[in-house]
């Protein structure tokens, strides 16, 4: 059964300019890479989610277990001393933020047992960040200094139109401007939240309706990054709405889950994308490996903070 089966035709007529991509890492069939976050450097870490693992990739392709956390490990940020913050399940399954120190040393932060599914993480300052909840329907501050977590918005637009439905609601979540943008997957929404000078939440309203978001990314000029995850694409949504195809499954795109900036000099209007090969609804070939991979954009990314 191919995808056109199942999923709605929401890309069938959408402009298609495909970015110059390069495969610069695999990983084997039925690894689910979730999200990632990269350093100055270039050093690329990735969550291996099913199996807990933070993968380090250097510049060049090499691959290395970072950091171990017991449990699943979903979303990941950085801290202000470049440690990782991530999110995930202990091996008791209960929702907590981790601390992982530059030697890979895991320190469970918070737990959270009133959460339910923490996926897509977002620095807010210095020590605060904002965490979806796909499960709840909510969004959460977490301070990493405190340390505390609060619910910073619980909305009906950031849940799951059925409980039943276990494709994840707020999904992926970045700032622009005096907007945060989240991904409604289950919903096929991309929301914006209004921030106030005290970062608080505005009303959400809908930015762009009938679109297949995972986690994204934004360049300098408001331009969003987005891993389509079961469309087995990444497209570029301009800030006038407008939809564009930048890759596709001949790209190694298969099951993409988030998107981040290069941060070298020789990579900064690249991004990077993390897949898990179709694991979630596999093409007709079957679930392909894994893979990171670099396209060209030709713009440098917005600073995460």
């Given at each position: 059964m191919g995808n056109s089966a199942v999923l709605p035709p929401i890309y069938v007529d959408t402009t298609i300019e495909?970015?110059?991509?390069?495969?610069?890492?695999?990983?084997?069939?039925?690894?689910?890479?979730?999200?990632?976050?990269?350093a100055p450097d270039g050093?690329?870490?990735?969550?291996n989610h099913e199996?807990?693992?933070?993968?380090?990739?250097?510049?060049?392709?090499?691959?290395?277990?970072?950091?171990?956390?017991?449990?699943?490990?979903s979303g990941l940020a950085f801290a202000a001393n470049a440690g990782l913050v991530a999110t995930g399940w202990n091996a008791d399954s209960i929702p907590v933020i981790s601390l992982v120190a530059n030697d890979g040393t895991v320190e469970t932060l918070l737990k959270l047992p009133d959460a339910i599914f923490l996926n897509g993480?977002?620095?807010?300052?210095?020590?605060?960040?904002?965490?979806?909840?796909?499960?709840?329907g909510a969004?959460?501050?977490?301070?990493?200094?405190?340390?505390?977590?609060?619910?910073w918005l619980e909305h009906p637009m950031l849940a799951r139109s059925?409980?039943?439905?276990?494709?994840?609601?707020?999904?992926?979540?970045?700032?622009?401007?005096?907007?945060?943008?989240?991904s409604n997957t289950e919903k096929?929404?991309?929301?914006?939240?209004?921030?106030?000078?005290?970062?608080?939440?505005?009303?959400?309203e809908i930015f762009v309706e009938q679109t297949n978001i995972d986690d994204f990314a934004f360049d300098v000029e408001g331009n969003l990054y987005g891993a389509t995850h079961t469309y087995n694409s990444v497209v570029r949504i301009a800030s006038d709405r407008s939809t564009t195809i930048i890759a596709q499954a001949e790209a190694g795109v298969i099951g993409s889950t988030a998107v981040a900036f290069g941060q070298t000099q020789s990579d900064r209007t690249a991004i990077y994308v993390v897949t898990n090969g179709g694991m979630f609804l596999p093409p007709p070939t079957g679930v392909v490996p894994?893979?990171?991979?670099?396209?060209?954009?030709?713009?440098p990314g917005y600073p995460l903070a």
């Open positions: 495909l970015a110059p991509a390069k495969v610069i890492a695999s990983f084997p069939v039925n690894t689910f890479l979730e999200n990632l976050a990269i050093t690329i870490f990735v969550t199996v807990g693992k933070i993968v380090r990739i250097s510049p060049d392709g090499n691959q290395q277990i970072h950091a171990t956390v017991e449990g699943k490990v993480i977002t620095p807010l300052s210095d020590t605060q960040y904002l965490t979806a909840d796909s499960y709840r969004i959460w501050l977490i301070d990493i200094a405190q340390p505390r977590a609060s619910i059925n409980s039943e439905n276990i494709t994840p609601a707020a999904n992926g979540l970045k700032r622009f401007g005096d907007f945060l943008y989240v096929m929404l991309l929301l914006r939240i209004p921030i106030d000078t005290a970062a608080r939440p505005g009303e959400p894994a893979n990171v991979v670099r396209l060209e954009v030709g713009k």
